[in-house]
């Protein structure tokens, strides 16, 4: 009875799920002869032009059945004329019809950046999310092409995806996505530590000279690293969802073993997610190992919300809190209570290939030690007062970047940022408040060997500037990273 009470549901569920599939294969020829009066035409006055011709070519190979000799005919081209949107569209209709989905978003994103009320590019985009399995962003889509000037076909073709996407999500409520990579680089500060091995202190008489303990000048080092990580999503009734994952990082240098470091970082919370919008409210922990030795952990609760004004627009804001906790006494006093907030904004521009992002934020540092006394020491108390010898940290900063599309494959990407710290006490060593200036450049490409392999060269730069001679430091770092992804 138990295995028949599994079974009949089991069933009935198998026969609705293919129900909606041939419902979405019906949708599919409807929307394609829909498309035939949809799509943008925009012929050249010069009918002999080779261009032009090469052009009505593709169109009537994908409107004859073969899509596949449309994409081999318009290939080539790409790069030279990404950014007209009528290749775009053609390109794009052809690699959705010969079973390219992940090539027709990026051709269809490209039209709908330049004319955002393209019927047509909105209802093959939704097409090619619903081939990639992403329905989520197809649902969207179809609901946005219901809003615009479609036929009736069109529309009865859109709601008939629309059930078949409500069949599956009632079937699965679960996805999951994942990643692993491994990494090697050489690195010209393993430590992040000031580069000068003696500094002046203060004794409380005079100044005298200090000679720094090796650990904390700098070391320079080949290492390797490897990361794996993951996350599942559950859907709840309506928009609304849960999410959990976890992050596992690892990395090891060939002679500095003192400064090898391995990190786990587990997230769970709620989600709730509408045609432009998503939003994320949950709670993290984080805990981090030294050299083989267990160093500090992190718990922490934190919002995220992203809209979509247009393809091209898309607002970020988040904030959080997050405490930030260190397992030896030594170290203790730099136990914090942080708080920051921050929005960025990207935008694409209107060749498709390209974007450009932007972002600030600001926060606070509460110092929370108590007077920490370690015995072996000249002067047990290694924290006078309490809290940080610095005190509490106001920062704030800014970021900004972009990437473009070299072409099918390689993507270029550029980071900078620039991040301010002042320090509310005069440190007692050095008799002055601590002002630090961060900034850090990243510059590198993702080579897609697939849809699921890439290869990332990466070069990172960082340098912090502070009053206080212990804290400031260069550092650059070359890397190459292998990556694996799972969806």
Do not use: C
Request: proline letters at 3%.
């Amino acid at each position: 009875m138990k295995f028949l009470s599994f079974l009949i549901p089991s069933i009935w569920l198998l026969f609705g799920m293919l129900a909606a599939a041939s419902g979405a294969v019906y949708a599919q020829e409807a929307v394609q002869k829909d498309r035939q009066r949809a799509e943008p035409v925009v012929k050249s006055p010069d009918e002999s032009d080779p261009y032009e011709k090469l052009l009505r070519d593709a169109e009537a190979m994908i409107k004859s059945g073969k899509p596949d000799q449309a994409y081999t005919l318009l290939k080539p081209l790409e790069f030279e004329r990404s950014g007209e949107t009528r290749f775009d569209y053609l390109i794009g209709a052809a690699a959705l019809d010969s079973g390219k989905p992940d090539m027709a978003t990026l051709a269809f994103e490209r039209v709908l950046a330049v004319n955002p009320d393209s019927a047509a590019a909105r209802l093959d985009m939704a097409r090619a999310y619903y081939q990639l399995g992403d329905m989520q962003r197809a649902r969207t889509e179809f609901l946005a092409a219901l809003k615009q000037n479609t036929s009736e076909a069109a529309r009865v073709s859109i709601q008939k995806y629309l059930d078949a996407i409500d069949a599956l999500k009632a079937g699965r409520r679960l996805s999951a996505s994942g990643y692993m990579e491994g990494s090697f680089g050489r690195d010209s500060n393993v430590n992040s530590s000031t580069s000068q091995p003696q500094v002046q202190i203060f004794d409380g008489f005079a100044w005298i000279p200090a000679t720094l303990d090796t650990a904390n000048v700098k070391a320079r080092d080949n290492y390797y690293a490897a990361a794996a990580g993951g996350e599942i999503d559950y859907k709840l009734v309506g928009n609304w969802g849960l999410y959990a994952g976890a992050d596992l990082r690892k990395r090891g240098n060939i002679a500095l073993k003192q400064f090898d470091t391995l990190g786990l970082d587990v997230r769970a919370g709620i989600v709730h997610e509408s045609k432009s919008s998503r939003l994320r409210l949950g709670v993290f922990g984080g805990q981090y190992e030294l050299g083989g030795l267990h160093n500090s952990d992190s718990t922490g609760i934190k919002g995220d919300w992203r809209y979509a004004f247009s393809p091209s627009n898309q607002l970020n804001v988040f904030a959080q809190s997050v405490k930030y906790r260190f397992v030896d006494p030594v170290m203790q006093p730099n136990d914090i209570d942080q708080q920051a907030m921050g929005l960025g904004w990207r935008y694409v521009l209107a060749d498709g290939k390209s974007s450009l992002s932007g972002s600030v934020h600001s926060g606070t540092e509460k110092d929370v030690a108590p007077e920490i006394t370690v015995s072996g020491y000249v002067n047990p108390i290694i924290n006078p007062g309490g809290g940080r010898n610095d005190g509490a940290k106001r920062f704030k900063g800014v970021r900004a970047g972009g990437q473009t599309d070299i072409n099918e494959r390689t993507t270029l990407f550029a980071t900078a940022g620039m991040q301010t710290g002042d320090y509310s006490k005069i440190n007692y060593l050095f008799l002055v408040k601590r002002k630090d200036i961060q900034r850090d450049a990243k510059l590198g490409a993702n080579w897609h060997m697939n849809r699921l392999w890439s290869l990332r060269p990466q070069l990172s730069y960082s340098r912090n500037d502070s009053n206080i001679a212990i804290y400031s430091y260069e550092r650059t770092d070359v890397s190459l990273t292998l990556r694996r992804d799972f969806r």
